[in-house]
């Protein structure tokens, strides 16, 4: 594993963060395929898989485009990249090739590429337009960067409110802060596509909701229960916060009582001319 992994992934890279991915993936991956046939991805595409992780998406990209297409899977960490070639072995999909490298460092030949897909991942770069600028180069003529990214993080709400839950978000927020993310990166879209050269073609906001048990919940629990404990550690959040919070999640999660409301996102396709 390189020295960066732990680092560069805010929960980490160890295995409890990668069952916690596989629910973060079930959660989103209807909306993922809705995006993929907007845009028109199928059959015999090479397609670029940016902030991969261990591979989730990559393999549904690989079954969209077919043996007769590929997939690069490119990420910054080495764990979740040698998981992931493990696993496209085992489900007997060869088309996915692996790179090891961020965003910004991304050198693929002009015009290489039918499409790439992020999620979640220019939220997390200081400057976004540093790494939507290799990828517009490399798309071929109509090929297509589709996003899912943040718009309003801090949209998040537990229903009924619960002020240890919202401070629990506040935290988060001035995490995100603290440690220079443009966490609601999506306000940014039409400007980064202009910027890099592409049209925007679709823009839609996605907000989603879900009872104590259901995939988006269990998506939540995960985030938190691995997050908030490192903001101890860093001093940004209180461990009697953390308790409150712990008791109002515990005790909605028994009663069944309550929505939790998912943080806005957007959905866009950018399309180069």
């Known amino acids: 594993m390189a020295e960066s992994d732990e680092s560069e992934y805010i929960l980490g890279t160890d295995p409890r963060e990668l069952e916690r991915l596989g629910e973060q993936h079930a959660a989103w991956v209807s909306r993922a395929y809705a995006l993929f046939e907007r845009a028109g991805l199928g059959p015999d595409q090479r397609v670029l898989d940016l902030g991969s992780g261990p591979g989730f998406t990559s393999f549904e990209l690989a079954r969209v485009v077919g043996p007769g297409g590929s997939v690069i899977a490119r990420d910054v960490s080495a764990r979740f990249l040698a998981f992931l070639e493990a696993e496209a072995e085992r489900l007997r999909l060869p088309w996915i090739e692996t790179s090891l490298g961020p965003l910004e460092g991304l050198d693929l030949e002009p015009g290489s590429i039918d499409a790439a897909y992020s999620r979640w991942v220019y939220s997390w770069l200081e400057d976004a337009s540093a790494g939507i600028a290799p990828v517009a180069r490399a798309l071929a003529p109509g090929g297509a960067l589709l996003l899912q990214e943040y718009l309003a993080w801090g949209s998040m709400k537990l229903l009924p409110r619960e002020p240890a839950f919202d401070r629990a978000v506040e935290a988060c927020l001035e995490s995100w802060r603290v440690g220079g993310a443009t966490i609601d990166v999506a306000e940014d879209i ?81 399309r180069k001319s």
Do not use: K
């Not at 908030?228 to 909605?252: K, Y």
């Open 190 to 270: 039409p400007e980064l596509a202009r910027g890099a050269g592409l049209r925007l073609e679709h823009f839609e906001p996605i907000a989603r909701f879900g009872a104590p048990g259901s995939l988006v919940w269990r998506w939540a629990d995960g985030f938190f229960h691995g997050y908030l404990p490192r903001l101890i550690e860093q001093e940004l959040f209180g461990a009697a916060d953390f308790e409150a919070f712990q008791a109002v999640w515990r005790e909605r999660a028994a009663s069944g009582h309550g929505v939790f409301f998912a943080p806005v996102l957007a959905e866009a396709i950018l």
